[in-house]
Every structure is written in structure tokens, then in C-alpha cells.
């Protein structure tokens, strides 16, 4: 919706651009259409990741640099010059990645600020290349395959065109799964990794993206201003490029289009002002900042990733009914073969601290494993060994023959071990179904081809849980129990051989605990193995088919559930004096 | 649907915005497009405020309208302002921003648009691009910087002299003029140091510049970083003479230090109002401090005769901008700093004068004047 | 040589602890509200613009004008403090703090721009603290002014660390900024603990404005500057510690002065930002390590 919006916004501005402007505001629209790019770029990284860049402004430097050096040293032509100024921030990016990406917020800040400084300074300083202060003068207008494109209707046309271009790109990368991914990776960055989110690879390419947005406008910039100078790497570019991005509303591409057009348009409107009018302009952000909390864009609801209207066929019949023989799978769920996951001699250390210390485990499929013991004993700390969030010092967790000791959090959910918090993870802002919808494997490879689409999947996922009926409602809105459910099906979505859940039913109440422990056992009957951490005896000793206890990080009792409840070194360690 | 319709009425309000303020006036305009925020608005103010005193007293039978607007910092903002005032009105001649790279924004456009910009920036590279709408009103770099050099090494007989200068725009584009001429004058710079106007603490370029064994210390630099190093020279116990650029001459810069830090301070001006004692000046300088409650510098006068010499034009029956362009191009006129005439390429100032301040006071008085000397050492 | 070397050490203190007073003042309101107060810097301009304009309406046969401007215009500055927490803060309680960068953002502008419209945009000086002139120290010559630069940061760093250590106000300003539920709990004012902290912080920026307004002179676009340094002092000196910001400033103070006297400015604003985003990627803890719990 709001992506139609600036497309279709974008188009209106550039058709009145050219029936209805002279000049002047031709020029001031294609500025804003230039801006936006940039911000469209910002909007991925900062937006989208959370990220506060301050390398927004250099990227566009590096672009129109890229582009003022090659169009007027060597002549060449609008094509090679536009990519090169597009690939070369991509480039420094690249570079500058690999220190500052994996850094916190205000010291990612700080970090991209410093390294625009040295940009400004090279702009500057080398005056051999840059033409130090005073720039590059006499870059020609745009020319390709015999036609110019001449600053006025053409370029504004030209510049709206590649707008309406970066807005659909934008959307591909952010729309959908993989925006409810993204949402993902912002809020909650555990869970997503825990659903086979590669962090590392979504920053860096967004990032990546985000650069050469600024580029491409730096090198729009470069044509329609004819010179370029110091003045596109000075840290005023950076700052107006986030206040676009804020006062449009951050993270939409809509806001993007918003922000730049308001705010390129705001000191050209308080002229009148003459040496007062940039204090009109801070006012005017001030107020919207305080009076818009989600920007221009925010006056119009996001609309949020829609669940299939029309019901899968194989909802009709209902999957759970099919489930009941064993390992037949539901119908169009797909389902990747169980696998057994074992842990050998498991050890952890906080400094002097022992969290684990030689401990065993064996999951096979089919079978629920309850995991006990008193807190502080290590039962989340095993969790999160197995599930890669946390490197053991000793021992080795296999899947199957697959040893996947030390692999980090991702790679491990995406080979098929799944997990929930003991604390639901979920973002917010997303509805339930794009929360379940975010954990759909994105590679056709890693699913059965013949399954149904991602959309599909999810509802079924929900449906597995019983919560389908909540798929449009906002996580935030959701109760307790249901966000844990929400959470388990989830899980469920990356198609997982193995479950882990961490404390699943606490805060439920009876009926929940009730519905919960069907739903698990089904699944466990699907030929899922599932590891269940949880105090609460009544829910899980009936449910679980053996038990695990541990006592200061070690092993004292393992066997079925009746036999873990009796036996003394569980019964002393754990549940005191008197036995449950 | 709603949703598009307040959509839609968003994008239309913007429109609507877009397009206001362009209603056209009959009379004939000047428009002023000069920096008046950023770190050159020091200069920008001096230049506009020029303009405008010319602007408010127009000769009998002359009708002429004005707005200003501010360039900023950067060269976009610069073009938006000069394409804004191309669309409005009637513009014969723009007072046009005294920052070069702006210029070099500005130039291609006036171009196209016929519109003669009249500037006091001091770039060198504004009169070498063959464009015939500039018109500088201030002596360029390249003359300047030969009363600069020949000064510091023919009177104050400067061997071993120092740059210090400014990583702007004025300061690099000045400094190669300068160390081109000190090396034919056969005492090449033994130290040069690039200042942003960030830099606070002088001393460092100080010590290296005594450490280089320099005679004599030649500046570059605006205003603030100007009387930064001569204040900071003096309480270092340095007592070498300073021979500084035109920023030195501004009475906001001497403001700054006190009379005995200034003793053995000169620089290089096109004038100094303030330091005049014909008439005319004096009765220029009066009516500016009382107009603008500033001292005028060489900048705002440059600018007022430059802005004179248009009105000089419309009263002589030049009717449109090419009528102006052509009369600019063709005339001499006796301004109040010195007598105006293009050179073909559209530089108007061809004089120089150097400035000493004698430790008495805040106000220079002139000791030297280099007239004509453009090119001569080329 | 030696001489040079200690004058330029001498230089670069006086420089080091006008940039602490600043990152003190900055590392405050980051310690109390989490958020980054982009108007940092244009505070300290304002606040040498403050003294200018003070030393304005002083007669002019007073002695030792600035030990009536520095107080006056930390006074004022305060007030100005408790108003950016009004109208840039308060309404913005509980939204990320990005949305604080951008509204300090906006009061920059207005603030560089004020100024200009307001007062010109020529450079100004504000009178000297103790008097003009020089102290000869045998190997250094310091001025005067360079001399009430320490002074003042001195004392003022001290107070201010001996307030938030030794006293009752301290504890709760303290309390307020590390855990403000908890605060609130044991029924500290939390908002009030907000408002003091803005008003100290930028009344130390307003004394960092007055001090460097003579030595340096004040124009209304220096305001960036002196916050990009308290900034980077900040997260050298390890983020939310106020010993480590005000150690940093000093070192980013002496490592200007005596790199750009053994190379060049370039090379010395080249070399630290180098160091920056070596310390950011080798020790992003900081050069003395962060405060406990407050990563951001």
C-alpha cells in the first residue's frame, strides 16, 4: 500500500515536474528525487537494520567524486561513469565493513563518522585528484547512446524514473518474509538466529546496498549540479539525509520519498526568511520529530504481510488428523527427516564459575526429553551450547553423524535444531503471521519443492498450534500463552529435526498446559524429538518420555520420569527434603 | 480508499507548495546570491551588505528591485538560488557568491541564461574558462598575490618566507599563486602548512615554521585563523614581520587582536575603506556603519562598485541583462576602491594595495599600491 | 628543542582540558538519559557568544571582567540546558534514542543559526579569565589564559566528581540515570534528576564556550567541531565513563597539538580518526574500559 503510494506519488511529482515547473522547481524536484535515492539507501541500513550509519553522506561523496573525476579527466560516458560511482562506494563499504558492521550502536556511529572524516579529509587534501576545496567544475550533463539528458524536464524525469526504480527494488528486499525478517533481526537478534537468520550476510548486504544507493545519487547529484566539491562529503549531507529519513518515516520507502521532498523543499520555501530561514528549518524538524513519531509516512498505516485469503487445501482435511499414524507428515507441511542429536561430554565456564561439566544427552526422534533441575543448574546454558548461541569449552554436539559443535547460532537452526526462550523473543510490531512467516526457509533447496508456498507454510505452522485465528493479530497484542505458542510454531516453520524448548509452559494455565502437552506429544508422535526444560513437574513428568536432571552444571539423574522422581540424588539436589 | 485520498491531497498540498512564491514583477531586479551561513559567511555578509547599500541608492531615473538570497555552503544550494532567480522577475546582473566553487557552479548556468554575475571572489580559475557573464570586481589571485610576494620580498626583504594557509577554497587557490611568485622572485617558500579553520591551537605551525629557519610569515587564511596565528606568533615571542592576505585587512579580523600584537602585521587588500581618506569613501563608510552598524571591508566595497558599475549601465540605457553585459564589457568606471575596466576576460580590478598596521591602533594605513600589475610575473 | 617539545606539551593540556570540559558535560547526559546530545557543541559556541555578549553590559573600568562573565554565563547556559530538556527531550521520553540525536539535531541548527542571525558571523573574543599576558616557566611560556583554562577545568571536573561521589544529590542523580525504575521506586524525581543533569551539562558546555572564546575566539559554525571531539573523547575514554571522557579529551588535546607539530594538521586529523576506528575495533570497550552495565 504504501509502497504503491510512492510509486505512485513519485510518478504524480515527476509528471507535474514536467507539465506545470519552470526551471527553478525542476531543478529543486530533481535535488529531492536525487535525495531520495539516498535516503531510500538509508532507509535499508538504518531503517531497516537499525544501524545508525553515519557513512550515509561519504557513500554519496564517493559517487559523485567517482563520477566528476571519470566525466571530465577521461571523457567517459554516462553508463560506465553511473555504474562505477554506484560499485565504488559498494567497494569502500565493502572494506569498511569488516571492522566497524559488527559493532554496537553509538560505537557504529561514531565509527562511520570517522571514517566520512578522513573521506572529507582525502576531498579536501588531495588536490592533485579531488581538485581540493574547490572541486570538480564542468561535469557535463548526462549523455548515453547518442541521446543527452539535459538538467530539466529529461533529468528530472530521469531522476523520478530511478526513483520509482528504487522504491520497487526497496520493496523486493523488504516486503514479505524477508521483511518480517528483518523485523526480526532488528528486535529481537537471538531469535533470529535461533531461525536460521545469517546476520552477518543480511547487514553486510544491506548494508552493501545501501551504498550504492548513495552512490547512484551522488552521481545524479555530480550531472545536475555540474561541479562537485567538498561540500557533498560534509557531514551536513549526512545529517540532512537522516533527518529525511526520520521526518518520513523511518524504515519506509514511502517516508524516504516524504522526507526528501519536505525537507529539500522547506529552506527553498523559507527563503523569504533570508538569514533566518535555516532556523525556520530546524524548527520545522524539531516539531515534526516531536509531533510525527513515525515520520510523514506513519500518517498512513504500514499494511502489514496478508495470510493466504483462500485456506490450503490440505486445511480442509485438517493436518493434525493425519498425524496420528506415527510418522505420516501432514499434507503440503513440509517436513525434513527427524534426526537424533547427541551431546557427549558438554563443559562450560563463566571465569571460575562451572556451568556444565561432562554432560551427556541423547535426543532421538520421536521423543521428549524433559530436562530439569534447580536454577542456575545449567539446563539454559545446555540450551544454548547446543543451539550455538554459546561455545562449549569441552565436548561435542552431534546432529546424526553431523558434528555441529561451534558452529554459530544460524548455521545450526538452519541444519535443523530449533529452539524457543524462555522468555518469548518476538518483534513486536509484526503480526503473528509474519512472525512465523520471517522463520520460512528462504532457499528452495533447504524445502520440499512440492510444498506450498512460504505464506502457506506458516499458517500451517499456526494452525499446528492451534492459533491460526490469530495470524492477522499484532504480536504485541497477543497474551502470554499465545506469544509461547506463537514462538513454537515459529520453530516449527524452519522445519526443524530437532525442538528445544525452554520452560514452554510457564505462565500458562491449566487448560493451556493441557492443550500444550497434546500439541507436543502429536508433534513428538510426527517424529520430531523435543528437549522440554521446565520446573513445572505436573505438565512435564507425564509428558516426557525420560528425564534429565542436573545439579551444578552435572548429570545426577537420567531415566524415565518415574524412576528420575525417585532417585536420591535428584530428590536431595532438587526437590529438597520433600519430594514432589 | 481513503487512505488514497488523503494520500493524494497530501501530494497535491506539496504541489501546491511547490509552485507558490514565483509571481512575476515588472521592474528590473538584481537578485543578491551570496553565502550568508556557513564558514564563508563572514565574507557573504560583507558582500551583500555592499550590494545592498548600492542597490538602496540607485541613481535617478533607475528603478531597480532586490532579494537576497543565501548560498550557503555548497554549490547545490548556490544553483538552486540562481535558478530561482533567473524564474523570477527581471534580473539584469546577480551579485553572485564570493566562495569559487559556487561560482564554478553558477557560471555554466549564467551562461546559458545570459545573466551577468558580478563577484569578488578571488579565483583564480573564474576568468580562465572564457565564460563572458563574469565580472570580478575584486583583483584576482593572480594579482594579489604579486603585491603579497613582491611586497614581503622587496621591501621587507623576505629570503626564507613561510606559508601558512587555509584548506579552502581561498587559501589553496592563493597559496599557488603565492608560492609561483615568491619562486620567481627567487625566495621559494621554506615552510607551507594547510590550516582547516577547524585548528585551534597555532602553535604547532608556528614551531615548525621557526624550526624551517623562516624570516618571514605569509598568511593565507580567513579571518579567525588569521588572528589566531598573529596573536599566537607575538605570545610565542616571534617577531618576524607577517605579510597576510586580504582576510587580515577586515576590521572584524584586527577587532580580534590588540594594537601591540598587530605591530609588524601587513596585508594585501583591493582597499581599505576604513583607512581612506578621500570623501567619497569616507561618506561610503559612514553610511555603512550606520546602515549595517559593521565596519565595511574591501569585499562589501568591491561589491558596491561592481554593483554601481551596473547601475552606472541601466542609467546609460543598457535595458535587459545582454545590454548590461555589453556595456560591463566595454566600459570604464571610476569606482571608489579603483577604476574598473575589463581586461577581455572579465577581471575589473587590476589593482593591489598593502596594508600595515603600526601598533597604535586598529585601523591600517596603506603603504603600498600596486597598480596594474596583473600578469606581470606570469 | 626540549623548550618546544614542553611548550607544546604545555599547548596541548591547555587545549586537552577545554575538550574534557565539554566531554564532561556531554558524558553526563549520555550517563542520564542514554541518548547523545548532537547540540553539544553548539552549546559550548553559544556559550562563548553568552560571554561576549555579558561582557557587553559589564562597565568597562572593571577588573577581571571574566571571573563575573564565567559564572554568569554558566548560569544562563544552565537555564538553557533545562529548556533543551524541555522542548528536545522530555516530549521524546520513551522513543528510541535516535529520536534524541535528531531533535539535538534541529536545536544545532537553530542554535548555529540563531547565533548568526543574532550576533554576526564575524569572530568574536570574550575578556580573559585572570587577564591577558604570559607566565614564564623557564622551559614554557604560558598565558594567562591558558593557565585559567586548567584552572577552571580542574576545579569544575573536580566538583563535579566530588558531587556525584560524595553527596546525597549525587547518589540520586546517579541512581536516576542507572536504573530509573528503581529510582523512581525508592522515590528519587527522576524527571527532576534529568533536568538538573541537562542543566549541568550544558552549563559546563556554556564554561567550556566562555573559556575558549578568548583564547580561541567564537564563530557561530564552530559548534560541530567541539562535539565530534567530546564525541570521540567519549568513546575512546570508554562510553558512559566520566573519568575515561575526561582522560580522552585529554589525550585527543595533547595528540593533536604534538602530531601536527611533528607532521602536519592533516596528519593529525588523519591520525585521529585512524585511532578512533582503531580503538573502536581493537578495544571497543574503550582505552579504560566502560562503565559497568551501560553499554549502549
Known amino acids: 500500500m504504501r509502497l504503491a503510494l510512492a510509486i505512485l506519488g513519485s510518478a504524480l511529482l515527476a509528471a507535474w515536474g514536467v507539465g506545470f515547473a519552470g526551471p527553478y522547481e525542476q531543478q529543486v524536484l530533481t535535488i529531492a528525487g536525487i535525495n531520495a535515492l539516498a535516503v531510500l539507501g538509508y532507509q535499508l541500513v538504518f531503517g531497516r537494520l537499525g544501524a545508525l550509519s553515519l557513512a550515509q553522506g561519504i557513500f554519496f561523496a564517493v559517487g559523485a567524486y567517482a563520477t566528476g573525476l571519470l566525466a571530465t579527466r577521461w571523457g567517459l560516458s554516462f553508463p560506465v561513469t553511473f555504474l562505477v560511482s554506484i560499485l565504488a562506494p559498494m567497494l569502500v563499504a565493502l572494506v569498511v565493513s569488516i571492522p566497524v558492521l559488527r559493532l554496537g550502536s553509538h560505537y557504529f556511529a561514531l565509527a562511520t563518522l570517522g571514517i566520512a572524516q578522513l573521506g572529507t579529509l582525502v576531498a579536501v587534501n588531495w588536490e592533485d585528484v579531488t581538485g581540493g576545496a574547490n572541486g570538480i567544475y564542468g561535469v557535463p550533463e548526462i549523455a548515453a547512446f547518442g541521446q543527452t539528458v539535459p538538467v530539466g524536464s529529461a533529468m528530472l524525469v530521469l531522476v523520478w524514473g530511478l526513483v520509482v526504480f528504487g522504491v520497487i527494488l526497496f520493496g523486493l528486499l523488504t516486503q514479505g518474509a524477508r521483511g518480517a525478517r528483518l523485523a526480526t533481526l532488528e528486535r529481537s537478534p537471538l531469535a533470529a538466529g535461533a531461525i536460521g537468520i545469517d546476520a552477518g550476510r543480511t547487514r553486510l548486504t544491506l548494508f552493501l546496498i545501501g551504498a550504492g544507493f548513495a552512490g547512484a545519487a551522488g552521481a545524479l547529484q555530480a550531472h545536475a549540479v555540474g561541479v562537485v566539491s567538498p561540500a557533498v562529503a560534509r557531514f551536513d549531507v549526512m545529517v540532512a539525509i537522516l533527518a529525511m529519513a526520520v521526518i518520513g518515516g523511518r524504515g519506509s520507502a514511502l517516508g524516504a520519498v516524504l522526507g526528501a521532498v519536505l525537507l529539500t523543499h522547506l529552506p527553498e520555501w523559507f527563503r523569504a526568511f533570508e538569514s533566518y530561514y535555516l532556523i525556520a528549518y530546524g524548527v520545522a524538524v524539531l516539531a515534526t520529530v516531536i509531533l510525527l513519531p513515525s515520520g510523514l509516512a506513519g500518517l498512513i498505516r504500514r499494511t502489514p504481510a496478508r495470510p493466504p485469503t483462500r485456506p490450503p487445501n490440505w486445511v480442509a482435511t485438517g493436518p493434525l488428523a493425519k498425524s496420528q499414524t506415527g510418522f505420516a507428515r501432514p499434507a503440503g507441511l513440509a517436513r525434513r527427516p527427524p534426526a537424533t542429536l547427541t551431546v557427549a561430554g558438554a563443559g562450560k565456564r563463566f571465569g571460575g564459575l562451572i556451568a556444565l561439566e561432562g554432560v551427556d544427552l541423547h535426543i532421538s526422534p520421536g521423543r521428549i526429553i524433559g530436562l530439569i533441575g534447580p536454577n542456575g543448574s545449567g539446563k539454559t546454558t545446555l540450551l544454548n551450547l547446543i543451539s550455538g548461541l554459546e561455545r562449549a569449552d569441552t565436548g561435542r554436539v552431534r546432529l546424526d553423524a553431523v558434528d555441529i559443535s561451534g558452529l554459530p547460532a544460524n548455521h545450526i537452526a538452519r541444519l535443523g535444531v530449533a529452539r524457543c526462550f524462555q522468555h518469548p523473543d518476538l518483534p513486536g510490531e509484526l503480526t503473528a503471521f509474519e512472525a512465523v512467516l520471517a522463520a520460512t526457509p528462504g532457499d528452495a533447496s533447504a524445502v520440499d519443492r512440492a510444498a506450498d508456498s512460504a505464506a502457506d507454510r506458516a499458517i500451517g505452522c499456526l494452525r499446528e498450534l492451534g492459533i491460526d485465528m490469530l495470524a492477522s493479530r499484532r504480536v504485541s497484542d497477543l497474551a502470554a500463552a499465545e506469544q509461547r505458542r506463537l514462538e513454537i510454531a515459529r520453530a516449527l516453520a524452519t522445519q526443524p529435526r530437532v525442538l528445544l524448548l525452554d520452560e514452554p509452559a510457564a505462565g500458562l494455565g491449566e487448560n493451556e498446559r493441557v492443550d500444550l502437552a497434546r500439541q507436543l506429544r502429536q508433534l513428538a508422535e510426527g517424529g520430531l524429538g523435543i528437549l522440554v526444560v521446565e520446573h513445572t513437574m505436573d505438565f512435564l513428568l507425564p509428558l516426557a518420555d525420560r528425564v534429565v536432571c542436573l545439579v551444578a552444571g552435572r548429570r545426577v539423574a537420567e531415566g524415565e520420569a518415574a524412576e528420575v522422581v525417585r532417585d536420591p540424588a535428584a530428590i536431595s539436589a532438587y526437590f529438597g527434603e520433600a519430594p514432589a | 480508499m481513503r487512505k488514497i485520498i488523503v494520500a493524494t491531497a497530501q501530494i497535491a498540498f506539496l504541489a501546491g507548495a511547490l509552485s507558490s512564491g514565483s509571481a512575476l514583477a515588472e521592474s528590473v531586479d538584481i537578485p543578491i546570491l551570496v553565502p550568508i551561513t556557513g564558514f564563508i559567511s563572514l565574507e557573504g555578509t560583507a558582500q551583500r551588505n555592499g550590494a545592498v547599500q548600492a542597490l538602496e541608492t540607485p541613481p535617478a531615473g533607475v528603478s531597480v528591485s532586490y532579494e537576497v538570497s543565501d548560498t550557503s555552503t555548497s554549490p547545490e544550494v548556490a544553483v538552486n538560488a540562481l535558478r530561482r532567480a533567473i524564474s523570477k522577475g527581471k534580473p539584469v546582473a546577480a551579485a553572485a557568491s564570493i566562495f569559487g566553487t559556487q561560482m564554478l557552479a553558477m557560471l555554466p548556468i549564467a551562461k546559458r541564461a545570459g545573466l551577468p554575475l558580478i563577484t569578488v571572489s578571488g579565483t583564480a580559475k573564474l576568468t580562465e574558462l572564457g565564460n563572458p557573464y563574469i565580472f570580478r570586481f575584486f583583483p584576482g589571485d593572480a594579482v594579489v598575490k604579486v603585491a603579497h610576494a613582491r611586497y614581503a620580498v622587496e621591501e621587507l626583504g623576505a629570503k626564507r618566507p613561510a606559508i601558512i594557509y587555509q584548506t579552502t577554497s581561498y587559501g589553496q587557490s592563493g597559496r599557488a599563486e603565492l608560492a609561483r611568485i615568491l619562486t620567481k622572485l627567487g625566495a621559494p617558500p621554506v615552510f607551507e602548512e594547510a590550516l582547516s579553520v577547524k585548528v585551534k591551537d597555532m602553535l604547532p605551525a608556528i614551531t615548525r615554521a621557526r624550526a624551517a629557519k623562516a624570516d618571514m610569515l605569509l598568511l593565507h587564511l580567513h579571518s579567525g585563523s588569521t588572528a589566531l596565528v598573529v596573536r599566537q606568533a607575538r605570545g610565542a615571542g616571534w617577531d618576524v614581520p607577517i605579510v597576510a592576505g586580504s582576510a587580515m585587512h577586515q576590521p572584524t579580523t584586527a577587532a580580534l587582536l590588540r594594537p601591540a600584537e598587530l605591530k609588524g602585521v601587513c596585508a594585501e587588500s583591493a582597499s581599505s575603506p576604513i583607512s581612506e581618506s578621500t570623501a567619497d569613501v569616507k561618506a561610503f563608510t559612514a553610511e555603512f556603519r550606520k546602515r549595517f552598524k559593521t565596519e565595511p571591508d574591501a569585499f562589501a566595497l568591491g561589491q558596491y562598485d561592481g554593483i554601481r558599475m551596473v547601475l552606472a549601465a541601466l542609467k546609460d540605457g543598457a535595458k535587459d541583462a545582454e545590454g548590461v553585459r555589453a556595456w560591463l564589457s566595454s566600459h570604464t568606471h571610476k569606482g571608489l576602491a579603483m577604476t574598473y575596466k575589463s581586461d577581455g576576460k572579465g577581471n575589473m580590478a587590476h589593482d593591489a594595495l598593502i596594508l600595515c598596521y603600526d601598533g597604535s591602533g586598529n585601523a591600517p594605513r596603506i603603504v603600498k599600491r600596486y597598480d596594474n600589475v596583473d600578469g606581470v610575473l606570469e | ?296
Open chain 3, 1 to 296: 628543542m626540549i623548550d618546544a617539545l614542553a611548550q607544546l606539551t604545555v599547548n596541548g593540556i591547555a587545549l586537552g582540558a577545554a575538550y574534557a570540559l565539554a566531554a564532561l558535560g556531554f558524558v553526563l547526559v549520555i550517563n542520564a538519559v542514554g541518548a547523545v546530545n548532537f547540540a553539544h557543541g553548539d552549546f559550548v559556541m553559544a556559550g562563548g557568544f553568552l560571554a561576549v555578549a555579558i561582557s557587553g553590559y559589564l562597565p568597562a573600568d572593571l577588573e577581571l571582567p571574566g571571573l563575573v562573565v564565567l559564572p554568569l554565563t554558566m548560569l544562563v547556559a544552565a537555564g538553557l540546558g533545562l529548556l533543551l530538556s524541555l522542548i528536545a527531550y522530555f516530549p521524546l521520553r520513551g522513543r528510541p534514542p535516535v529520536s534524541v540525536f535528531i531533535s539535538t539535531i534541529a536545536v544545532a541548527i537553530i542554535l548555529q543559526h540563531g547565533t548568526n542571525a543574532i550576533f554576526g558571523p564575524a569572530p568574536r573574543a570574550a575578556p580573559p579569565v585572570f587577564g591577558d599576558g604570559q607566565v614564564d616557566l623557564g622551559i614554557a611560556s604560558v598565558s594567562m589564559q591558558q593557565v585559567a583554562v586548567i584552572v577552571v577545568a580542574a576545579v569544575l571536573i573536580g566538583a563535579v566528581a566530588l558531587v556525584l561521589s560524595r553527596t546525597r544529590f549525587g547518589r540520586r542523580l546517579r541512581a536516576a540515570a542507572q536504573d530509573p525504575e528503581m529510582a523512581e521506586a525508592i522515590g528519587i524525581d527522576v524527571p527532576l534528576m534529568i533536568a538538573v543533569t541537562f542543566a549541568l551539562a550544558i552549563s559546563l558546555a556554556g564554561a567550556t564556550g566562555a573559556l575558549l572564546a578568548n583564547q580561541f575566539f567564537v564563530s557561530p559554525d564552530d559548534g560541530g567541531n567541539y562535539m565530534l571531539k567530546a564525541y570521540i573523547a567519549v568513546v575512546i575514554g570508554g562510553w558512559g565513563r566520566i573519568h575515561g571522557a575526561v582522560l580522552g579529551a585529554l589525550l585527543i588535546g595533547m595528540f593533536e597539538v604534538v602530531v601536527a607539530a611533528a607532521a602536519s594538521y592533516v596528519v593529525a586529523e588523519a591520525l585521529l580518526y585512524g585511532a578512533l576506528l582503531a580503538v573502536l575495533v581493537l578495544r571497543p570497550q574503550g582505552l579504560f574500559g566502560e562503565a559497568e552495565g551501560r553499554r549502549a
